[in-house]
């Protein structure tokens, strides 16, 4: 059973950083992405980020592009995205997602299975 868990959301000044880290667990293979997305009280799902965890190859939203970089640790199962920069409109619940096949994107819809999701909230 494919599982994902987020941690290290909370609460951090604006133009603070904050790391986030998605593990998995329950999957066997090797072609696959982790995207992470948002969701802000009242808004729609966006998408963030996203990684290939066979070739490292990385994506990101336009609002994520300077500010946000994605990592992987293949041994643990885990990916980390770092958020610097921080503004107030970066608070939201911030969920990681697993796409079996499809490669790195930032579609919600692409993805299969998803975390419970972590809090980051950026205020002062």
């Known amino acids: 059973q494919v599982q994902l868990v987020e941690s290290g959301g909370g609460l951090v000044q604006p133009g603070g950083s904050l790391r986030v880290s998605c593990v998995t667990s329950?999957?066997?293979?090797?072609?696959?992405?982790i995207g992470w997305f948002r969701q802000a009280p009242g808004k729609e799902r966006e998408g963030v980020s996203c990684i290939n965890m066979s070739d490292g190859g990385t994506g990101y939203a336009d609002s994520a592009k300077g500010r946000f970089t994605i990592t992987r640790d293949n041994d643990q199962k885990t990916v980390h995205l770092r958020m610097a920069s921080l503004k107030p409109e970066d608070t939201a619940v911030y969920y990681c997602?697993?796409?079996?096949?499809?490669?790195?994107?930032?579609?919600?819809?692409?993805?299969?299975?998803w975390g419970p999701g972590t809090q980051v909230t950026v205020s002062s």
């Open positions: 329950g999957i066997a293979l090797n072609y696959y992405a």
């Open positions: 997602a697993l796409s079996v096949g499809l490669g790195c994107t930032t579609g919600a819809d692409d993805y299969e299975y």
